[in-house]
């Protein structure tokens, strides 16, 4: 089963750190085209890191210099490190592939008050 799993959300107060995974079937990892998108209620999907080539990453504005995105490529994973989190970061956080087709995780919530 083709599959995309995330894990690691919650709640943390404003300034804190939460590291999101997400393990990917073999079929639907790649060194590019796998990362991080985010919805906040009300609003649309949005791009937060993509890994759109083998070390080129892309970076939402919004959160450059504060998430970093890595992959282990051993285990099929992709994690996104969140640091100084602000409460406009409270979103459902979403895996996507696009390796061999579009795929999404169940995503992950975020939520970040204090």
């Known amino acids: 089963q083709v599959q995309l799993v995330e894990s690691g959300g919650g709640l943390v107060q404003p300034g804190g750190s939460l590291r999101l995974s997400c393990a990917a079937s073999a079929s639907i990892f790649g060194i590019f085209g796998m990362g991080w998108y985010r919805q906040a209620p009300g609003k649309k999907r949005e791009l937060v890191a993509y890994?759109?080539?083998?070390?080129?990453?892309n970076y939402a504005n919004s959160v450059e210099g504060r998430f970093t995105i890595s992959r282990d490529n051993a285990e099929h994973t992709i994690h996104l490190q969140m640091n100084d989190l602000k409460p406009e970061d409270t979103a459902v956080y979403y895996c996507?592939?696009?390796?061999?087709?579009?795929?999404w995780g169940q995503g992950t919530q975020v939520t970040v008050s204090s």
């Open positions: 996507y592939s696009g390796v061999g087709g579009v795929f």
């Open positions: 890994f759109a080539s083998g070390d080129t990453v």
